[in-house]
């Protein structure tokens, strides 16, 4: 059986025509001499009409497109949606989006909140504060030249009572906090008082950050400078 002849413009407007009265697929194959598949397709085509893509990846980016694309995101435009978008691009997003990964100087990364701060500029917003308690009654820790042949004296060392003495004190670049001589066991109550008397003239809430250690009276809920 040998191929059939293509549909003339003619028959398929015939087709469209009779198939516009609601005349059945097989009636208007009988009055034209062709198949029922065939008057089905031609009525179904001419239903559902296929529009042209507007964004073809068969469409390729030129070296003065890619130019305006790269300028486009130097200038801050975002993300490649943004980027067709505003240049009015018949590309896909993806097509943008591998023209811009050619790049070796464009990076796709979240922004940051902030300005990157070099390491001078972090320190200088840490606002350090420690106490230092000295032994009167032993060596305290420091070394000193002995005689290994003699005995070997213990020195008395006590976590409190004896003669010694506590200061805190604290800095934060090159500005420091007054000094404050601490009688007695430190309790919550006591650095609290020393926070409000020696660190708050000396702290901005706004740009400094407030670092101490996590020791007992530190931790305390009594800690918090009004």
Not at 18 to 29: E, G, H, L, P, V
Not at 190 to 202: D, E, F, G, R
Request: hydrophobic share 35%; net charge positive.
């Amino acid at each position: 059986m040998g191929k059939a002849a293509e549909l003339t413009t003619a028959e398929k407007k015939i087709i469209l025509r009779f198939w516009k009265t609601n005349m059945s697929y097989r009636k208007i194959a009988a009055v034209v001499g062709r198949g029922k598949c065939t008057v089905e397709r031609v009525a179904k085509v001419s239903e559902t009409p296929v529009p042209p893509s507007k964004c073809s990846d068969s469409v390729k980016i030129d070296s003065s497109t890619r130019r305006l694309i790269i300028r486009k995101v130097s200038s801050g435009a975002g993300c490649a949606k943004n980027v067709r978008d505003a240049l009015q691009l018949l590309v896909s997003v993806s097509k943008v989006q591998r023209c811009l990964e050619k790049m070796p100087w464009l990076k796709y990364k979240k922004l940051r909140h902030g300005p990157i701060l070099k390491p001078r500029q972090v320190r200088d917003r840490l606002n350090w504060t420690d106490e230092k308690k000295w032994n009167m009654e032993g060596p305290d820790g420091y070394k000193q030249w002995i005689d290994t042949r003699a005995k070997q004296s213990v020195p008395n060392r006590r976590h409190s009572g004896g003669v010694l003495f506590m200061i805190w004190g604290g800095f934060c670049g090159d500005r420091k906090t007054t000094l404050d001589f601490l009688d007695g066991r430190v309790t919550s109550i006591k650095y609290m008082a020393t926070l409000q008397n020696h660190l708050q003239p000396a702290f901005d809430i706004g740009t400094q950050i407030y670092q101490h250690d996590n020791v007992a009276p530190h931790a305390a809920p009594h800690e918090d400078v009004a």
